[in-house]
């Protein structure tokens, strides 16, 4: 092989994993000779706890691979950190002229070993993406993952995989489109889809987190939900014209209805019960409207100010 043809700069994002990162380095160094990883940016995304000391003297320790720490300068959540080191991984990709970036979160849910299952896909392919074959998550997680993934898949205008999550390899090029948009609310397996060229899903198991509960948890999931159907999914738009014609179609036939009682002769048309709800019913009708048309004014508000998604504070390499 070529330099060109191999090569893999990995990004993981950390917050508060005193108790996981020891445990994720010393897998990520073990499997660094057969994937040809070069270097690893460990993004801390604004941890309070040991996360950024464990990880120095961990660097102090091995070689090999080469750390790179990305401090941000207050915790931006899971997707954002991610992209901070997507930013950076490309540039140091450059430098090492290495053809790929990897992504993995650091909680040992996606296991490091299989960056060679992916590797392998990527003989001819730009990307090559996790799918969840299975997972060690509850059954009321699984049901709402399922819902999600759904929802997106069905009504998305992109082919945005199911059960895929940041887990992935990509061709430099790929991860320069992805850089090339300015979304501080990014979702990244729909970036990833946006971005095209040849990308293949590679079914693979899942574990459970190695130690501590979801730092991103059921909150930060559900807005992350919600972010990734008003950005990739017509969803919203689908529902409003759907009960926006529903609720026009009544109206005409409750007036329909009335004009020809009145005109059979029954001047007393009994309704105000008919009325006050029909009253509630397109007032809530509206409300929701509003609601999703304010939340798409606002994302799109942001994104127009090209708010930045992190701000990075210190970017260092780690040298024994
Ligand atoms: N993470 C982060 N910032 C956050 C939340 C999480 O950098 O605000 C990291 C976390 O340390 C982990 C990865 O992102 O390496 C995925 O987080 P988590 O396992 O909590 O997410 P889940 O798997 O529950 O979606
Ligand atoms: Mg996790």
Request: net charge positive; aromatic share 10%; hydrophobic share 50%.
């Amino acid at each position: 092989m070529n330099k060109l043809t191999e090569g893999m700069i990995l990004v993981s994002p950390v917050f508060n994993e005193q108790e996981v990162v020891r445990q994720f380095l010393e897998r990520a160094a073990a499997i660094a000779e057969t994937t040809r990883l070069r270097g690893l940016v460990i993004v801390d995304d604004g941890s309070q706890d040991k996360t950024c000391d464990i990880i120095a003297d961990f660097a102090r320790t091995s070689a090999r691979p080469k750390i790179r720490i990305v401090r941000l300068s207050r915790n931006f959540g899971h997707q954002n950190a991610t992209l901070a080191g997507l930013t950076v991984a490309e540039q140091w990709a450059q430098e090492l002229t290495v053809p790929f970036v990897a992504l993995i979160d650091a909680d040992l849910q996606d296991r490091p070993e299989h960056l060679q299952d992916l590797l392998t896909a990527m003989e001819n392919s730009d990307v090559a993406y996790a799918v969840r074959r299975s997972r060690a998550e509850g059954p009321f997680f699984k049901f709402a993952a399922n819902i999600f993934y759904n929802i997106l898949s069905r009504t998305s205008n992109l082919k945005v995989p199911r059960y895929a999550g940041t887990f992935s390899i990509m061709r430099t090029h790929v991860v320069r489109a992805i850089l090339s948009n300015s979304d501080n609310l990014p979702y990244l397996p729909g970036l990833r889809a946006w971005a095209g060229f040849r990308q293949l899903g590679v079914p693979l198991d899942r574990d459970a987190r190695f130690a501590g509960d979801s730092r991103v948890g059921f909150r930060g999931l559900f807005r992350l939900a919600i972010n990734a159907v008003f950005a990739y999914s017509n969803l919203p738009i689908v529902l409003m014209a759907l009960l926006g014609t529903f609720t026009l179609v009544i109206s005409f036939i409750a007036a329909f209805t009335i004009i020809v009682l009145r005109l059979a002769g029954f001047v007393e048309v009994q309704g105000t019960a008919l009325i006050i709800v029909s009253i509630f019913f397109s007032l809530g009708v509206q409300s929701i409207f509003l609601l999703m048309v304010a939340y798409s004014i606002r994302r799109l508000a942001a994104d127009a100010g090209r708010r930045s998604a992190f701000v990075i504070m210190e970017d260092k390499i780690l040298d024994e």
